[in-house]
């Protein structure tokens, strides 16, 4: 099993920027890709950002040049840099562990962010 813990959101003024964490514990052995994931109120859950165990990163056309996804494999945790924030990036922010082609989620972490 694979636990996944995110915190680090809040509320955030439009052009503001936020570091949204993801600490990973269990059998981290053998994770393959990790990403963030988001859902707004009224939507389906969508993907923002992912790295692959190389380190290759994936965005979403609407946070190229203002997101970074990163991690920390000594400390187990992964991490979303989000500058230049919008009110449209208001949203639960989720992050994903794949282990053996299972996938594992967080609880999620709400960033709000005003106009």
């Known amino acids: 099993q694979v636990q996944l813990v995110e915190s680090g959101g809040g509320l955030v003024q439009a052009g503001g920027s936020l570091r949204v964490s993801c600490a990973v514990s269990?059998?981290?052995?053998?994770?393959?890709?990790m990403g963030w994931y988001r859902q707004a109120p009224g939507t389906q859950r969508e993907l923002v950002a992912s790295?692959?165990?190389?380190?290759?990163?994936n965005y979403a056309d609407s946070v190229k040049g203002r997101f970074t996804i990163s991690r920390d494999k000594a400390k187990n945790t992964m991490y979303l840099q989000m500058n230049s924030l919008k009110p449209e990036d208001t949203a639960v922010y989720y992050c994903?562990?794949?282990?053996?082609?299972?996938?594992?989620w967080g609880q999620g972490t709400r960033v709000t962010v005003s106009s």
């Open positions: 994903k562990a794949r282990r053996f082609f299972k996938d594992y």
């Open positions: 269990g059998s981290i052995f053998s994770i393959n890709d």
């Open positions: 790295i692959s165990s190389g380190d290759i990163t």
